[in-house]
């Protein structure tokens, strides 16, 4: 069975700080990983990243890949309060366009 | 949202009494989904579809139905609510040949009591 898991579940930071959030997952045929913030409604796309060691920048966010060691993370510096939300990592494995996603992690920063 | 409209925005349900959730995009994409999140436990998948007249089951289909009739349309048929069921419901569409990325629409917040 396809599994992602988040790590930590909870984090709390004052604005300034930088934060790293961890995504590992075991999947069939991997696809791609995918990175989502969530804040009080729909989750809003950040990323997806197909290759090994390619980092993928926007702004203060960027995130990058290891499938040899099956993990991800996202990294946000200098973060601010509107960096709030919940992030959510999630796997395209096997066939089709199925997206399987961890539990998040709730990000809080602290003015 | 990407073009991804869901109704109701939020509903109260008694045990027992049946509901559709209407989710309608304008993208003209092929692929749409159905997810239910609950409190820390991200997005799990009920159904999907790859394109008008086919469906399929995801991760936990039971107690759900859905349709595919048209390319716009996916509606989520609730039988005979159960607590269980509360949840926030989101729909989802994705594109297809390199756009895989999904769009949600802004949810519908059922409550069954």
């Known amino acids: 069975e396809d599994k992602v898991v988040q790590s930590p579940l909870s984090l709390v930071v004052h604005e300034g700080d930088t934060v790293t959030l961890n995504c590992s997952y075991e999947v069939t045929n991997f696809r791609s990983l995918l990175w989502y913030k969530q804040e009080k409604k729909a989750p809003t796309f950040l990323f997806m990243l197909t290759s090994s060691g390619i980092e993928k920048k926007s702004g203060r966010l960027s995130s990058i890949l290891d499938k040899k060691e099956l993990f991800s993370i996202l990294n946000i510096t200098a973060t601010q309060t509107g960096d709030s939300a919940i992030y959510l990592c999630?796997?395209?494995?096997?066939?089709?366009?199925?997206?399987?996603f961890g539990a998040g992690t709730i990000l809080r920063v602290k003015s | 949202n990407a073009g991804v409209t869901q109704t109701p925005k939020f509903r109260i349900l008694k045990i027992g009494q049946s509901m559709t959730l209407q989710c309608t995009q304008d993208m003209n994409h092929n692929y749409m989904y159905w997810y239910r999140q609950d409190p820390g436990m991200g997005l799990k998948l009920i159904y999907y579809s790859v394109g008008a007249g086919i469906t399929d089951k995801g991760e936990v289909p039971n107690g759900y139905n859905v349709s595919r009739s048209t390319t716009e349309d996916f509606p989520l048929r609730l039988e005979l609510a159960a607590p269980s069921q509360t949840s926030v419901y989101f729909c989802?569409?994705?594109?297809?040949?390199?756009?895989?990325?999904?769009?949600f629409g802004p949810g519908t917040r059922l409550t069954v009591t």
């Open positions: 999630a796997v395209r494995g096997g066939s089709g366009n199925k997206l399987v």
């Open positions: 989802a569409i994705a594109g297809e040949f390199g756009s895989y990325e999904q769009y």
